[in-house]
Structures are given as structure tokens and as C-alpha cells.
């Protein structure tokens, strides 16, 4: 008899515990991979400690699906069950008495010491980042807000003072050109800034840099954005296509990899 009731408790918690699927866009993270998933992982990560029997965490997790599903690529949101015992120490170290709590984990920032290191071939370090706890709405818009603010960007602003020594640095670039006055950064951009950190300069230019690009034999963007890789030899190659971070990864090692099709890592 007694087993069985364990069997049917084990049941009842992988039923009521399956707030996400396993094609969901959120991460379920166990304790034994929290500071991989979670403290070092290059994007903000959104966590949710939560417990299956919980009301208020099944309703929020249709909002904090949505909210994954569209910051895909650019931030990660991710859950945690602390009603495993796995889990138990994490969620107790975290301050969780109530569910679902939520915080925000935000990449630490890299310094120009860290820029130098990794062009001297070292990986970019690893830091404890910034935590935050979360106490505002919880419907999706107002959690991709909040976690917008929290993506640090180490994209060069350009202007007409700056914009040759950018191109012809010796480092590998990405550039971003922007036929409007506006200096908003895409959110894939800011994104790749910190993925290519060291490796691959990013510049976003603007208008005002308008007169320059015929340097580099490129006309004016049809959409108001055109996204050039620049070699250290000064030739360009044109992404074609919405501004998506995978197929911006794509292209870019394809770049770096040039007639060598030798992978490289990004």
C-alpha cells in the first residue's frame, strides 16, 4: 500500500510539476546546473521559483512562456521547482519562501581589461552577475520590459568623427547601418555585442554617417538597415534577411571562417 502511494505522489508531482513543456521556450534548471544555465550564461536570465501545486504559477506561465518565446536568442527565461529536493538547498540559498518569485540575473559587465584579454586569445571571463528582485506586473510585456533595460550593450555608437577608424581597424567587424536619425540599437544587436565580445567589433552607424558608406561601395538601405561583416582586409559581405540573432551567428561564423571550413565557435 505504501508504495503505491509513493508511486502515485511521484505521478501526481510530474503532472502538476509540468508547468512547461519540454518544447517549451522556458528552461527548467536543476541545482546541479544553475551556475552554467544561469550565473554565467552570457544573456540576462530571468528566473521563476515556483512549486506545481502552486495556483499563481500556473497562471503566470502562459505569460512567462510568451514572454520567452519572443526575447528568444536575446535573453533566457528560465524555472525552477523547489519542491524537489534537488532544489531544495538553491531555492533556500535565493531567499524563496513564497511562489512564484522572481528574479533577474544580468551578465556582469566587461571592462576594457576584459577586452584586451580576449583579444590576447583568452575566453571572456567569467563573472557573478548583477542580481535583481522582481516585484512588478507579471504579465509578459511588462516582464520583456524590464528585462529590455537589463541587456547591456557593447555596440560602438558611430558618428562621422569615429566612423574610418572603425572600418579600418585590424579586428573583424559587424556593422550596422541605419538610414534614420534614430540611435536605438536593435535588441539582436546588443545581443551580439556581448556574444562577440573582443572577437568581432559591433558599430551601429546613423544617418549622419550617410556620406561615408560609399567607401564602402554600399548604397542606401531600402529598409533603413543594412548589416555589413567587414574582414581585416577591408572587405565587406552584406547580411540579406531580418535581423534575427541565430542567422546573424550563422552568417558571421560563415565570415570567419572564410575558404576555410574550419568551424569556429561563437
Same mark, same amino acid.
Given at each position: 500500500m505504501r508504495r503505491i502511494l509513493i508511486v502515485s505522489a511521484v505521478f501526481l508531482h510530474c503532472v502538476l510539476g509540468a508547468l512547461f513543456s519540454k518544447n517549451s521556450n522556458v528552461v527548467e534548471v536543476r541545482s546541479t546546473k544553475f551556475t552554467e544555465e544561469v550565473l554565467y550564461h552570457p544573456h540576462v536570465v530571468a528566473v521563476m521559483f515556483y512549486s506545481p501545486y502552486c495556483g499563481y504559477c500556473k497562471s503566470m506561465a502562459p505569460d512567462w512562456e510568451k514572454a520567452a518565446k519572443k526575447m528568444k536568442g536575446v535573453a533566457k527565461f528560465a524555472a525552477v521547482d523547489c519542491t524537489l529536493r534537488k532544489n531544495e538547498v538553491l531555492c533556500k540559498r535565493y531567499g524563496i519562501t513564497g511562489y512564484p518569485t522572481i528574479q533577474m540575473f544580468q551578465p556582469a559587465e566587461l571592462t576594457d581589461t576584459d577586452l584586451q584579454a580576449v583579444r590576447n586569445g583568452s575566453s571572456i571571463p567569467k563573472k557573478r552577475p548583477e542580481r535583481y528582485k522582481y516585484n512588478s506586473q507579471r504579465d509578459s510585456e511588462a516582464l520583456i520590459s524590464y528585462v529590455k533595460s537589463k541587456i547591456r550593450n557593447y555596440a560602438i555608437p558611430l558618428n562621422p568623427t569615429n566612423f574610418k577608424s572603425f572600418i579600418n581597424s585590424s579586428t573583424p567587424k559587424l556593422l550596422l547601418l541605419q538610414n534614420t536619425d534614430s540611435k536605438s540599437i536593435p535588441l539582436s544587436i546588443k545581443a551580439l555585442s556581448r556574444d562577440l565580445f573582443g572577437r568581432v567589433d559591433v558599430g551601429v552607424a546613423t544617418k549622419s554617417t550617410l556620406s561615408l558608406w560609399s567607401e564602402l561601395d554600399l548604397?542606401?538601405? %531600402?529598409?533603413? $538597415?543594412?548589416? /555589413?561583416?567587414?574582414?581585416?582586409? @577591408?572587405?565587406?559581405?552584406?547580411?540579406?534577411?531580418?535581423?534575427?540573432? %541565430?542567422?546573424? $551567428?550563422?552568417? /558571421?561564423?560563415?565570415?570567419?571562417? @572564410?575558404?576555410?571550413?574550419?568551424?569556429?565557435?561563437?
Open positions: 548604397s542606401v538601405p %531600402k529598409d533603413d $538597415k543594412k548589416l /555589413v561583416f567587414i574582414n581585416p582586409n @577591408g572587405e565587406n559581405k552584406v547580411f540579406s534577411g531580418k535581423l534575427d540573432i %541565430k542567422r546573424i $551567428k550563422q552568417f /558571421v561564423k560563415a565570415q570567419l571562417a @572564410g575558404p576555410d571550413p574550419a568551424k569556429q565557435e561563437l
